[in-house]
């Protein structure tokens, strides 16, 4: 008898590798983030990448990291991937899903994940942990009882070739 293959991926990898696929839609010339939502019983229930919210012109904003003026950089204008995945769910609740994420959320984001009812937030970068917003955001997601888990790779090479 022909047994099954064990070399198959988690969920974990599974639904970060989503969220990372997500983020190379990402037009952000700097910073590309992925989000992957997902319900108790492992089925997706929305995604989504940082970018210009809908009817803004990707070519008409700036993207820069630093301007003289805070107006003429990206972060006036850019939405977040886990606030658009937020915003992209078009079902009742997201309470008790998980969120795969590939860069912590920032403060703005832990608020709009606590109050949409995402319990569970696996995270790949955390590489703005000492700054304000993400030392707030994590204040913010701890108080709210939202469990924090580092996502952990692996280290398997995923090959999208059929």
Known sequence: MV???????????????????????????????????????????????????RGCSDDEFPWAREAERELDTKYMYVTHAELNAILNFSGGSLQGAKLYVTLFPCNECAKAIVQSGIRTLIYESDKYA?????????MILNAAGVELIAYENSGKEINFTV
């Open 3 to 53: 047994s099954k293959r064990q070399d198959y991926i988690s969920w974990d990898e599974y639904f970060m590798g989503i969220a990372k696929l997500a983020a190379l839609r990402s037009k952000d010339p700097g910073t590309q983030v992925g989000a992957c939502i997902v319900g108790e019983d492992n089925k997706i229930l929305s995604i989504g990448y940082n970018g210009f919210p």
């Open 130 to 138: 000492h700054t304000d917003k993400f030392i707030a955001s994590r």
